[in-house]
């Protein structure tokens, strides 16, 4: 090693950057274990970023001449060292170091011929620009979907969610070496000799920053992978995670097997799931299925059964009354004719009059059962209370349909225990618990019937590779969320988003307000690529853009599920199976908003002029519900569930505000004034949690240089 430091002593003289470099290579060797994974950590990762405009200072690379292959021009990295205004539009003069080392290289090219990139340890100010939504969930929390680099989205999430988020469903690249993945822009292929250390380095930086996000006291990392990585990523996986629990499981995915002429037919692929904390797998009967059986949620759900229609009659509009005290029901009142407003009903003493209302307070439903079948359900124990968290929802019910109470009388079901709201818990016939196994054999988990085909009922016409099985998502989330009704899920790999899809079957199952975030690329496939670069086409373009992978699969997917309607506006054919039947043009009371991550420019961020980017970010971190502060003012601003504080000088006023926000449990206070901002949380309500933003927002959201100030102690 003395002739190495020897030698990085001489290249420090002609070159101090350099030597700095190899320096930390060098320590990366001296600390390689000697035994287990080790592998080449590679040139970190740089990221292309078309679209974003060309400016002083920028890093960038040459785009081929339309109709060229990526590969006509040279990938050298280049500084804007000028940019002029000429009669062809904007001209640009590049600088960068000779390959001597010394003697520097200059060049001209139209800004329109060139891309902005962003490199590993370049610091990054990011942003989010909402690029639409749909609205059918109320008060519900929005999901969100994120077009983005997944690095750089995942740090941005650190701010807003480390340490929150319940489960991590990730399917990422398999490396098959079919160039389904890039690694520093390029496609990695099966003659690539550095294609495994690559996936490895790539997975381990995203891996090491979803262990930040995830809770630690309770949480579950799920990720897929087949037989071309799996190995690697156990042990991966238990170096990133030393001190949790990890587990894989087979699942068959493709009953029939994939056509191999020399080896076997393939028929599963693996979960690899890391426990963190107390999460653990909850016990299943020896059917395989949850010992409790699911209750219906008594609210109707499909608009058709709003109170007043035909199909919703006027028998199953009515008042339940909820004791405040022993949060059981108390009495059923008589139907309400739909010419009679609700709230002239009578009052009972001690009691909550609870009516079946959407969670946006306007749209009244009917319940699911009549008044005396209601009672019926009652008096046998059959009816389910549960808190809300509205105030024109305090209470949720659920019931046992009649075939599962006649399930009952045959012997198919079982009585166990009861309740504290007086209720049975009904367990499946084997009575007799067990753990799930390793091996999973279930129909709904077949790829191409659930996933491929599913994928094809909800947007006619448009291909995506290999999507999972909704079902498949659905019943492994199912594990861990049953009893976090109001989880938070992030997948960070989304590709066609059923992760998201599922997470929102399970919250029409029981009522549940989980959210989704999904973090995905825009990126177009390498055969579609070509015929979009015959054309005269390149990434920037609008044409090319709308067949990237968020623009063209996951956000209509997304769309349709919620809406029920396909991206040409048709009601969607066939129905949902399995655990919850129903046609899927019902769509979901759900509630989503479609992002792109933005990279800002560090002046305008520094004065000030940068909020409307980062206001998303904040609204995430309050929990993504209601009403959205869009815009720095004098004073301060208090929406549904946060309030931004932009002056102590208003700080008597703000408070006055919160005083009557209950529903705020965030405060952004915006000050360098260490003294100013205690003062300030020391006279906050004790519901509402303080964090500070510097008047700098850089300081906030500076990313991709190793830290980021999230604000939490």
Known sequence: ??????????????????????????????????????????????????????????????????????????????????????????????????????????ARRAADDLVVVAEFRDPIYPGLTSTGKVERGGDKPYHSVINAENFHALQALLYTHEGQVDAIYIDPPYNTGAKDWKYNNDYVDGEDAYRHSKWLAFMERRLKLARRLLNPENSVLIVTIDEKEYLRLGLLLQQTFPDSIIQMISSVINPKGTARTTYFSRTDEYAFFVFLGEAGVPEVTSGEKMVEVRWRYLRRTDIESRRGTTKGGTAQFFPIYVDHSSHKIREIGDPLPPD???????????????????????????????????????????????????????????????????????????????REDGSWIVLLPE??????????????????????????????????????????????????????????VVDFFTGSGTTAHAVMRLNKQDGGRRQCISVTNNEVSADEQKRLRAQGLRPGDAEWETLGICDYITKPRIEAAITGKTPEGEPIKGDYKFTDEFPMAEGFEENVEFFTLTYEAPRPVAHHKSFPAIAPLLWLRAGARGRRIERAVDDYAVADTYAVLFDLDAAEDFLAALAGAENVNLAFIVTDDDRGFQSVCGDLPERIEAVRLYESYLTNFKINVGTLNTGRD
């Open 431 to 488: 009575g007799k618990s067990a753990r799930p196994t390793t091996t999973w054999r279930e129909r709904s988990h077949d790829a191409g019937a659930y996933g491929t085909t599913l994928l094809r009922e909800l947007l006619p016409d448009r291909k995506f590779p290999f999507p999972k099985s909704l079902y498949a998502v659905e019943d492994t989330l199912h594990f861990f969320l049953t009893e976090k009704p109001n989880a938070a």
């Open 1 to 106: 090693m003395s002739t190495l430091s020897d030698l990085l002593r001489q290249v420090e003289q002609k070159d101090a950057q350099l030597a700095a470099d190899l320096r930390r290579e060098v320590k990366a060797l001296e600390s390689r274990r000697a035994f287990g994974l080790n592998f080449e950590r590679h040139v970190p990762e740089t990221v292309e970023l078309p679209g974003r405009p060309v400016r002083r200072g920028d890093k960038v690379r040459f785009v081929p001449e339309r109709g060229e292959p990526a590969a006509s021009v040279e990938r050298g990295l280049w500084r804007v060292k000028a940019i002029r205004r000429e009669a062809g539009g904007r001209v640009t003069e590049l600088i960068r170091k000779g390959q001597s080392g010394t003697d520097a290289e200059t």
């Open 340 to 418: 009679v407003d609700r709230r002239a009903v009578p009052e009972v003493d001690g009691c909550v009059a609870v009516f079946p209302i959407r969670e946006d307070g306007e749209v009244e439903m009917n319940w699911g059962l009549t008044a005396p079948s209601l009672q019926r359900a009652l008096d046998a124990g059959f009816v389910r209370v549960s808190k809300g968290k509205t105030e024109l929802q305090p209470y949720i019910f659920s019931y046992l349909t009649a075939p599962k109470i006649k399930k009952i009388e045959s012997g198919k079901l079982v009585k166990s225990d009861r």
